[in-house]
């Protein structure tokens, strides 16, 4: 069984995160999702073998946000009973009503705070390692505007968020999430490569980029006649030496594996 050793630190943050990390949008929603079948929420039975197995196979990097849900919520008690040292990144800004399966927006710095502070009693933790700031798309307008970077800073100086960035949509908010803070989350794959800007500029002031949508939330596995789209995806993805981990989500056992084991021939071949 394949195994990921390596950790990749973000920036001077001293959070060291494994190549790939779980997505968790599918432990707390299944309205308004994008993949390309569908699937049934898991049982925490479920959830917690699957997190044991990620363990296991290396990984220490759990992705969640508000807007998935139940995600936080479910992964506090589930995380409490486990003895392992999980890096825990979450998010701020984006709200997921499941109710009327919408989403909406709030990034001033009251609502980032207090979305922070309730991440932290949901997950049951006193620190979250990593905070992002949800982008809804209008990347300068949340940082310069409302200073949600800032605001973010703010927290890690109150020793609440070890390190902060931003899930951006466009190459110039990337950017300047990178000059203003740790790390981005951006999109980059075999059919989308729009922010290799993003990815250069990391490069050059060592700092943190989290891959979102590397095998476009599932799409570009499913349109293949073959597996070898994910290994062909993984070994140009992890080719770029900014990146520190491809999150990837899944609920299916036999998917995680085999993600992980495509993903570490990746590496060796770097």
Known sequence: MAYLKQRNTISNTGVSVSPL??????????????????????????????????????????????AYGQSEQRLGPLLK???????????????????????????????????VENSLK????????????HSDGNDLEIIEQYGALETLADLKQRGLVRASGMSTKTVEGGLEALKRSD?????????????????????????????????????LAANSSTTDKVQANFDFIFAEP?????????????????NVAKAAKALKRI
Not at 27 to 40: I, S
Not at 88 to 101: H, I, L
Not at 242 to 258: C, K, R
């Open 183 to 219: 790390m981005a989350m951006i999109m980059h794959n075999l059919e989308y490569q729009d922010e290799l800007a993003v990815l250069k500029q990391a490069e050059q002031d060592n700092k943190g980029i989290f891959i979102k949508k590397a095998l476009g939330s599932g799409h």
């Open 81 to 115: 009973k486990q003895a392992h040292d999980w890096i825990v990144a979450s998010k701020a800004g984006e709200y997921f009503d499941s109710a009327t399966g919408e989403s909406c927006y709030d990034f001033r710095p009251e609502s980032i705070i207090s979305s």
């Open 21 to 66: 990390g779980l997505g968790t949008v599918k432990l707390g929603r299944d309205k308004a999702v994008k993949y390309p079948e569908g699937f049934k929420i898991p049982d925490d039975r479920q959830a917690a073998d699957l997190l044991d197995l990620a363990w296991d196979l290396g990984i220490n990097l759990i992705d969640t946000a508000p």
């Open 242 to 258: 900014a990146i520190s981990s491809v999150i990837v989500g899944t609920i299916n056992p036999e998917h995680l594996q085999d």
């Open 122 to 133: 949901l997950l049951q933790r006193d620190v979250l390692d990593i905070v992002l700031i």
